[in-house]
């Protein structure tokens, strides 16, 4: 399997080890498809490795069955791989036990609550990935400050990876990133009136 070589070795007096080992902050944006589908592949290999995985999943209703859940629910209580623990807002957080379905607990809240809670596993170093899925979009609705987001991120303890997914990720977001994807849309079948599929979409 061919491995990566760096375009150049910057001077910072750390050991190639060292450098490669650094948690990293990933930000998959553009207009694309695929923003989630990457970050859950990164969640795959997480698994493999051993690691422990919390998928934060922002926005996304509680209805919307996505096949990478199951499939990373399933490996994650395998016992062969790390475990994985997966929080929906649309459901309610699994830590609250007021109801966002019955209207207690609204959108903005929740969004603010689940940032709440990364915080706290970030400080208790809870998992090694963090998903952090659609999270872009209570950054860019004012719901949850981005000037935050980046200090917490960037000053987060450990040895802790987290990948960040959404259309037009705000710009202090990107310039905090480790590695930044932009998924650009060149050609999709709801262009062509066609809707979203089974298998593909979900």
Same mark, same amino acid.
């Given at each position: 399997?061919?491995?990566?070589?760096?375009?150049?070795?910057?001077?910072?007096? &750390?050991?190639?080890?060292?450098?490669?080992?650094?948690?990293?902050?990933?930000?998959?944006?553009?207009?694309?498809?695929?923003?989630?589908?990457? #970050?859950?592949?990164?969640?795959?290999? *997480?698994?493999?490795?051993?690691?422990?995985?919390?998928?934060?999943?922002?926005?996304?209703?509680?209805?919307?069955?996505?096949?990478?859940?199951?499939? &990373?629910?399933? &490996?994650?209580?395998?016992?062969?791989?790390?475990?994985?623990?997966?929080?929906?807002?649309?459901?309610?957080?699994?830590?609250?036990?007021?109801?966002?379905?019955?209207? /207690?607990?609204?959108?903005? /809240? *929740?969004?603010?609550?689940?940032?709440?809670?990364?915080?706290?596993?970030? *400080?208790?170093?809870?998992?090694?990935?963090?998903?952090?899925?659609?999270?872009?979009?209570?950054?860019?609705?004012?719901?949850?400050?981005?000037?935050?987001?980046?200090?917490?991120?960037?000053?987060?303890?450990?040895?802790?990876?987290?990948?960040?997914?959404?259309?037009?990720?705000?710009?202090?977001? &990107?310039?905090? #990133?480790?590695?930044?994807?932009?998924?650009?849309?060149?050609?999709?079948?709801?262009? #062509?009136?066609?809707?979203?599929?089974?298998?593909? /979409?979900?």
């Amino acid at each position: 399997m061919p491995k990566g070589q760096p375009s150049s070795v910057p001077r910072d007096g &750390l050991t190639t080890r060292q450098r490669r080992n650094r948690p990293l902050l990933a930000v998959h944006t553009g207009a694309g498809k695929g923003k989630s589908t990457a #970050a859950f592949g990164m969640a795959l290999r *997480a698994w493999n490795q051993g690691w422990p995985v919390g998928v934060f999943q922002f926005v996304k209703s509680a209805k919307w069955r996505v096949g990478e859940e199951r499939a &990373l629910r399933v &490996l994650g209580a395998s016992g062969e791989g790390g475990p994985v623990t997966w929080h929906k807002m649309g459901e309610g957080w699994s830590w609250i036990q007021r109801n966002v379905r019955d209207g /207690e607990l609204g959108n903005e /809240e *929740a969004a603010r609550e689940g940032w709440e809670q990364i915080k706290r596993d970030l *400080a208790a170093e809870t998992y090694r990935l963090y998903v952090l899925d659609e999270f872009v979009y209570p950054l860019r609705w004012g719901w949850v400050d981005t000037g935050e987001v980046v200090e917490v991120l960037r000053e987060r303890p450990g040895f802790q990876h987290v990948v960040v997914t959404g259309r037009e990720a705000p710009e202090p977001l &990107l310039a905090a #990133a480790d590695l930044v994807t932009e998924m650009t849309k060149v050609r999709h079948p709801m262009d #062509a009136g066609q809707k979203g599929q089974r298998g593909i /979409e979900w």
